[in-house]
């Protein structure tokens, strides 16, 4: 039929469905379960100078003992000592101090110092990041008593996991989460795996825009992803973007899902990721005025 008046809108291409592919586990390095302060932090460093990023997943009990004990916890902490202080309840305020050791230590790792010199922020929304090192980014998520940190030198990145148990009923998320392609794709699996495929649409989608700094704010029906894997799609099914992103799901602990996107700007990141060298030039700018000024005012 000619695309002339009454002409039929063409139907959603069919959802890409690629496995896991070499090219996004070469760019995305394998997850590290860490069970605390002591690592094996050595996997980190590896991811970075392999693939220059690092995913680490844990469980707030396993820094409990750190919590608890470490007479070096308020120096760890830094601005985050007070919120943890106030904070009255106490399963609350373990979990807290235990994800923010997890992100120190991550990034310590990643860029090869101590975690308590490290300066942890928060951005509008609360998205944290390393004040003073705006090369290195970080994404912070947890579910239950799961905590996963990324850390990357060469772009955007973004975690995201839920329970792999959890039941997300299509019938009702449907319109909501899932692009026309996407809803084609899930339709046409068995009844019983249909649950199982959103799920990691949905933490793909939250990794995805975690990273982008929107969270809930950007539509997930706007996006896509294959269903059995592959890279970001437009809502028809067909690619939507040109390799600059990279995405992978890993099971955790045999009872999570945890989702991963990483953006690569393309541009020569150095692979020396000591804060010596990674400090931005303006905050080094502001540290040279201070210590060259007069003795007084110092």
Not at 99 to 125: H, M, P, Q, V
Not at 198 to 223: D, I, V
Request: glycine letters at 10%.
């Amino acid at each position: 039929m000619s695309a002339g008046t009454g002409a039929r809108p063409a139907p959603p291409a069919e959802p890409v469905a690629v496995p896991a592919s070499a090219f996004d586990a070469d760019r995305i390095s394998e997850p590290v379960h860490v069970s605390g302060p002591d690592g094996p932090w050595h996997r980190v460093r590896e991811g970075m100078r392999l693939r220059g990023n690092a995913v680490v997943y844990t469980t707030w009990g396993q820094w409990l003992a750190t919590a608890v004990t470490d007479p070096a916890l308020r120096p760890l902490l830094g601005r985050d000592w007070t919120r943890y202080r106030r904070t009255a309840d106490p399963v609350v305020r373990f979990r807290f101090v235990a994800s923010r050791l997890a992100t120190k230590f991550t990034a310590a790792a990643a860029l090869d110092t101590e975690a308590a010199d490290l300066d942890l922020a928060y951005k509008i929304g609360g998205r944290p990041y390393l004040r003073g090192l705006d090369q290195i980014d970080v994404s912070l998520t947890h579910t239950d008593d799961l905590i996963a940190v990324g850390v990357s030198r060469n772009g955007r990145i973004g975690v995201d996991a839920e329970p792999a148990a959890r039941t997300m009923a299509f019938d009702l998320m449907q319109e909501h989460v899932c692009t026309p392609a996407e809803r084609l794709g899930l339709e046409r699996l068995p009844e019983a795996e249909r649950s199982a495929g959103l799920l990691r649409l949905w933490t793909l989608k939250e990794a995805y825009t975690k990273a982008l700094g929107q969270g809930l704010r950007l539509g997930f029906s706007e996006f896509g992803f294959g269903i059995g894997s592959g890279g970001l799609l437009a809502p028809d099914g067909t690619p939507a973007a040109r390799g600059e992103w990279a995405f992978s799901t890993h099971q955790a602990l045999g009872r999570y899902l945890i989702s991963v996107a990483c953006h690569d700007t393309g541009l020569d990141t150095s692979r020396d990721t000591a804060p010596s060298t990674m400090l931005d030039e303006g905050f080094m700018g502001a540290v040279a005025d201070l210590l060259d000024g007069p003795a007084d005012q110092r």
